[in-house]
């Protein structure tokens, strides 16, 4: 079994930063790529970024891209989301979620669909005022 804990979310006005943080225990998720996703009010929950186990490759949806960085540490068992420039669009409860296959390296298709993702944190609240 593994716990997902998410952290770091908060109030902050637009233009701000963040950082969350998506500690793992249980099991080490260092074989594993790891996503974060984010559910805004009345939206569907959508893919915001992706690591993959070696961290080699990283995916992003086009809205975040250059304003938001994955990075792991795996020392930690934690997965980090760097949030710059935010916008009040970026308003959403984040979750971050393990991929069910270990060593797995496919393409950002296999990355950004909720399917495959087997263990999910309990999300942290990001609210940004303009």
């Known amino acids: 079994q593994v716990q997902l804990v998410e952290s770091g979310g908060g109030l902050v006005q637009a233009g701000g930063s963040l950082r969350l943080s998506c500690a793992a225990s249980g099991r080490t998720v260092s074989p594993y790529g790891m996503g974060w996703f984010r559910h805004a009010p009345g939206k569907e929950r959508e893919f915001v970024a992706a690591i993959n186990w070696s961290a080699t490759s990283t995916y992003y949806i086009d809205s975040v891209r250059g304003r938001f960085t994955i990075s792991r540490d795996n020392a930690k068992n934690t997965v980090y989301l760097q949030i710059d420039s935010l916008k009040p669009e970026d308003t959403a409860v984040y979750y971050c979620?393990?991929?069910?296959?270990?060593?797995?390296?496919?393409?950002?298709?296999?990355?950004?669909?909720?399917?495959?993702?087997?263990?999910w944190g309990q999300g942290t609240q990001i609210t940004v005022s303009s």
């Open positions: 979620a393990r991929h069910r296959l270990p060593y797995y390296s496919g393409s950002r298709g296999s990355y950004s669909d909720s399917g495959p993702y087997d263990y």
